[in-house]
């Protein structure tokens, strides 16, 4: 078992994957980790950076440079609030494969990605890499959009489906919380208004509260008629939640919001963090 909590956060130096770094870097000062900034090397994102550079001649030298300045400003910011260190990593290859690869080479704890969710004028999903990271990824993943900055969460909503992971999962949502002294409200989405899902909501309750350490933990009850997806959405605006938390392992649940099409649900989360509990 490993000492050091250790967090990839991908890069290519666009605004959103900026902003995934601030919310690595934050994180990374509460666990006392070790930070590793990590960039694959592809033509189609290097051209966009340095368009002159029409041979790709230097781009090794353009992408180190950029992840030694980020190392610097984020080592200069954060080891003295609690960050162990700061390292840089570059691959090659496919963006997908090269992290998730990594991720699995150093036993990350988690991975931290940004993506720009939806298009607006053309309604085109454009945040597929987190997507697929998400979705094929054994480890946990925070996906930051683009336009949400950091702050401490006051609320963390965990959504739950009566699963026996729960009991471990929640531990780790607890974690978070003591960090930053926030509310963690655990949900129950269901389609139905049935007297069932009110006694299975009593019973998991019971059954979770004694792996619940915490104090500032509400248990909620929420009928969705039409989309879960979209319902939790909602729930996540009227309660003032800041991240959303799932269980991957949750096929009845998780399966519904994600995966048909992970790139197109993920849309619906564009204004607040997606964190994805894949192992314990």
Request: a neutral charge; aromatic letters at 10%; hydrophobic letters at 40%.
């Amino acid at each position: 078992m490993q000492d050091t909590f250790t967090i990839l956060c991908p890069t290519d130096f666009s605004e959103c994957s900026l902003n995934a770094i601030e919310f690595a870097t934050r994180l990374g000062e509460k666990y006392n980790a070790e930070l590793i900034l990590f960039h694959v090397l592809n033509r189609e994102d290097y051209e966009k950076l340095s368009p002159n550079d029409t041979t790709g001649k230097n781009q090794l030298e353009f992408v180190t440079e950029k992840l030694s300045n980020l190392k610097k400003a984020v080592s200069k910011e954060a080891l003295d609030k609690g960050l162990k260190s700061c390292l840089i990593s570059i691959k090659q290859g496919n963006v997908v494969k090269e992290t998730l690869n990594y991720a699995a080479e150093i036993s990350a704890d988690l991975i931290i990605v940004g993506t720009e969710g939806v298009n607006d004028f053309r309604e085109n999903i454009i945040g597929s890499r987190a997507s697929n990271i998400v979705e094929k990824s054994a480890q946990d993943v925070l996906v930051v959009p683009r336009k949400v900055y950091f702050k401490s969460p006051r609320k963390l909503v965990y959504a739950s489906d009566y699963m026996e992971e729960d009991k471990l999962a929640i531990q780790k949502v607890v974690e978070v919380a003591r960090f930053f002294d926030s509310e963690i409200d655990v949900i129950h989405a269901s389609s139905t208004h049935k007297a069932l899902d009110k006694s299975l909501h009593m019973t998991m309750v019971d059954e979770i509260k004694p792996f619940i350490k915490y104090e500032k933990v509400n248990f909620v009850l929420k009928s969705f008629r039409d989309d879960l997806a979209l319902g939790l959405e909602n729930y996540l605006q009227t309660a003032k939640g800041d991240i959303l938390v799932t269980l991957s392992e949750k096929k009845s649940f998780f399966d519904q919001i994600f995966s048909k099409n992970l790139s197109k649900k993920m849309a619906y989360f564009i204004n607040k963090p997606l964190w994805v509990i894949k192992s314990f």
